[in-house]
């Protein structure tokens, strides 16, 4: 399982509540792209383990606009004190 540390502006969509993403930076997408088929469970959407700060959590990674959406719940946002437009 290929491994990847990036950095990136953490992004709001607004829906009927507020989700917030980490998008992959250009690079890391096309790498991710040479494996998608192996690693995907349906939709293009791919099964991964992030860490950020002081929180590890299994989460989807989810193609959108030419990049790949990492969610960034309560769980990881929470402790580490994440907020929209910060970069992590």
Same mark, same amino acid.
């Given at each position: 399982m290929p491994k990847f540390e990036i950095s990136g502006t953490v992004i709001?969509?607004?829906?009927?509540?507020?989700?917030?993403?980490?998008?992959?930076?250009?690079?890391?997408?096309?790498? #991710?792209?040479?494996?998608?088929?192996?690693?995907?469970?349906?939709?293009?959407? #791919?099964?991964a383990k992030i860490t950020i700060g002081i929180s590890t959590v299994t989460t989807p990674l989810i193609p959108r606009n030419g990049s790949f959406y990492i969610p960034l719940k309560d769980a990881v946002r929470k402790p580490n004190h994440i907020s929209v437009g910060d970069i992590v």
């Open positions: 709001e969509w607004r829906g009927p509540a507020p989700f917030y993403f980490l998008p992959t930076p250009p690079k890391v997408t096309q790498e #991710i792209e040479t494996y998608k088929r192996e690693l995907t469970y349906g939709w293009g959407v #791919i099964p």
